[in-house]
């Protein structure tokens, strides 16, 4: 018999979930995204959330989890099952809501997706660690901003719509998780054409305090005190500043550094390189952890 190769945190009341899914943004005619559909129970309350008019497409990574919801799902004509690793499946192709319980060792990778304006939902509900919800919800959820959130942030909105107790879940995680709501701004806070330049703009001033060494090669001390009025507070990391001042900061640059911006270009690469053996050693390190619980 084949074994799960993918451990997961499977929700095992079907009401809780019932409610989640039916109190969720969710439309009749919608089309919905379930990320790790695993053994179904929430794919059955998506397909009834949308209605014959709608579609779920369910995509499971796992070979023998996959085999389980065919046999399981077989009369839902409008569930869509796809085996397949998310990360790979062409995301954009039309408009789509998400609602997903995700392994969490995958989080990043599909919140990163999750959160490109150009490919990402209308709106999401994605079950993950309150720790990452917060890392990505930033000052909307009342927490220190991030560089995931700064990247966000600008053309989504989060809120955390239902805070989960361990025992609702099998295995039980040893960790606090949340269901985090992220919605497209009606109004976005940049435009989309500046998103590239935005973007490395993150990364490259992300890695120096206000005021100090990458911030210096775009700002002088004039700019810095126009800045602090705009909310900069200067000899502090990204983690202190407001989301509004550093976004004031990009459009600054932009409008009158303009020059100074052309050799920041592939910093966001850069720093992707950089932290990419960090993120394979917590993936395995979250795996391992997963798997004794």
């Known amino acids: 018999m084949k074994q799960i190769k993918y451990t997961q ?24 995204i379930e990320i790790g559909s695993g053994k179904g129970i929430i794919t059955k309350c998506l397909a009834d959330k949308v209605g014959h008019s709608g579609k779920v497409i369910a995509l499971e990574i796992d070979d023998k989890l996959f085999e389980t919801l065919k046999t399981n799902l ?6 869509k099952l796809i085996n397949i690793d998310a990360r790979n499946y062409d995301w954009g192709k039309e ?29 999401g509900y994605v079950i993950l660690q309150k ?4 890392m990505y919800g930033g000052s909307d959820l009342d927490s220190r901003i991030s560089v995931k959130s700064l990247l966000a942030s600008p053309y989504y909105s989060f809120s955390i719509v239902h805070s989960f107790s ?3 879940f099998t295995p039980t995680p ?7 709501k992220f919605e497209k701004r009606e109004n976005p806070l940049l435009t989309l054409k500046n998103y590239d330049l935005y973007k490395d703009f993150i990364a490259f001033i992300s890695q120096d305090r206000v ?29 202190s500043q407001d989301l509004t001042a550093i976004i004031s900061s990009f459009n600054y640059a932009s409008k009158y550094n303009s020059n100074k911006l052309k050799f920041i270009e592939g910093s966001m690469k850069k720093l992707h390189s950089q932290q990419s053996v960090i993120i394979k050693q ?7 952890n997963w798997k004794n619980t």
């Open 95 to 123: 408009k789509y809501k998400v609602f997903s319980n995700v392994p969490f060792m995958f989080t990043s990778d599909l919140m990163n997706i999750l959160t490109n304006v150009s490919i990402g939902p209308e709106i």
């Open 174 to 180: 040893s960790v606090d998780s949340v269901l985090l």
């Open 131 to 134: 720790e990452s919800a917060l």
């Open 282 to 288: 917590n993936r395995t390190r979250k795996a391992t």
């Open 211 to 239: 005021g100090e060494g990458k911030w210096k090669k775009i700002f002088s001390k004039s700019d810095l005190s126009i800045l602090t009025n705009k909310g900069l507070i200067l000899g502090k990391g990204i983690k």
């Open 9 to 32: 945190n499977f929700l095992k009341d079907a009401n809780l979930v019932k409610k989640l899914v039916q109190n969720a943004s969710i439309e009749k005619n919608d089309t919905v």
């Open 74 to 79: 077989t009369s839902l004509v409008r569930v």
């Open 166 to 168: 361990k025992s609702d």
